[in-house]
């Protein structure tokens, strides 16, 4: 491998000066706003680069099974988004409506998406991998008027919901086979391929104003925790969108960007398609799933100057070892960068020695909208710290009662902890652009987000003397034990640090002297047998690295942690098979082929 990637100064430069002068109302001047007024997503995202001259330049790269499957440059984005708002006007879906897009990572999704954007109808992805009844139950909370699909999805899983879904009046079909049925069998009621609606339409590229609070996008959250919560997020999202895709992950103008999050996710829609694009950027979109060879060439071949993937993938790579990056050369890659998950210490030390960079990792949640918590390009990495809160964003520790709640001080806010190293709930002060406007559906629940002029995170934390915030685990995960509360990813990140763990899930068991007591669940790596050996050598690591307080007191071996489809460990289910509890809403629960 060769070294080190390019040198060049950050974009966002002294992190103490940025968070001096930055403003959100500055950060929106970075933006052009709409001609007529108000603030479209999808125009920031495309129309504004050809308004400045970068029609011509490639907005999106899809690489398939034999290369490179299309690019579609800006101008490319710009038409036929546009004419995919004309089609939803044709069929009288508009501005509030909400729209579905249900298809792996084929281009017309990205148009379904950003087209959806301009005619002020509101778009949620879901995840292509979903069964019936996730797909179903989505739809209708939303309310869904149209889904964008292909003809392999609707026969699978859609055909059989019509019935359930009155309101689904439109089936627009892209992808794989589309194209063969224009003209001929329909599907199913209001189903029709997108491209025999295109004849119709007239590239018209003008956007109607739009409010700033316009609905925009649903996202639906991972389900670590429990049923999924649909966050309603608004078109002035965006400016948190750009501004972090700038200060967090470096972005210029003449960047090779790869994120490695399926559109189906707010990771591959916020930062997969919109806030890269807004910088006008080459977004690469790789059609296939995880492999560590081809993942290496695609860096190499497409010379990827700036990476955003997740702990899950790392951990795959480190586990595939050094064989499949042997002879690549990644000099291109300046800056990469890891969200979804804490990520350990173990993967930013294999970061600098394999790939001879480190990773940065950035902390945010679908609700929020946007990174919030982040290490930057131009700041020193502490490996296992998510980093410091991004210029705009106020992030406070503030304190729990034993039951969790978050404690309310007498201005009716929470009471925050300033000591250094104090362990509380991560809480960050409203507004900023890019908050959720409500949970779809569960205004309650949205309400119970929030305390005076903050918002609950649910995430435990610690912040350090130089004000570094330290993940130490979902509030519903933490373990009581002996009057100590334990974050699982301190225990996992050591038992990550051994050489036959590929992964680790710790959980708290009940125990009649000490509260909980830690159980581990570890995965191996290939090759490595498990043996009552090897379970006592782990022990005893555990004992040595954290000391008997806070070290598993059980190991369990298990090759197949159960995660969300996006990839988090899901702790809740591990406890609920361990102590024989229901297992609740498993709708994102990853399904192992
Ligand atoms: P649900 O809310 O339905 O349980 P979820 O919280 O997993 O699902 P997301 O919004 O996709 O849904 O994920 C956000 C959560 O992911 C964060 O609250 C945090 O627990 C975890 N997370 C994201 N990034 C990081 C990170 N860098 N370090 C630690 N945890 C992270
Ligand atoms: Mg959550």
Redo the contacts with the bound molecule.
Sequence with gaps: MNGAGPTVASVMGDYGTARREFTWDSARRWLDGLPGGGLNIAYEAVDRHVAHGHGAHPALRFLGPDGVDQVLTYADLADRTARFAEVLRSLGVGPGDLVCGLAGRVPDLYVALLGTLKARSVFSPLFSAFGPEPLRQRMQIGEARLLVTTPALYRKKVAGLRETLPLLEHVLLIGAGAEDLVGGERLGPGVVPLAELWPGTTGDPVVEPTDPEEPALVHF?????????GAVHVHEAVVAHHATARYVLDLRDDDIFWCTADPG??TGTSYGVIAPLTCGVTCVVDELEFDARRWYRLLEEERVTVWYTAPTALRMLMKAGSAPHEGRDLSALRHIA??????NPEVVHWGLAELDRPIR???????TGAIMVANYAATEIRPGS?GRPVPGIDAAVVARDVEGHVLTGVDGGPVVLDEPDALGELALRRPWPSLMRTYLGAPDRYATAFLGDWYL???LVRRDADGWFW?VG?GDDVIKSAGHLIGP?EVESALLEHHAVAEAGVIGVPDPVVGEVVKAFVALKPGVEASEELRRELLGWGRTRLGSAVAPREIAFQQDLPK?R?G?IMRRLLKARELGLPEGDLSTLEVSS
């Design positions: 959250t991972s389900g670590t925790t429990g049923t999924p919560k996710w707010v890891s969200v979804g998950e804490p990520l990792d950035t902390w945010w949640q679908t609700e998510m995170s649910g995430d993940f979902r990813f969300t996006s988090k």
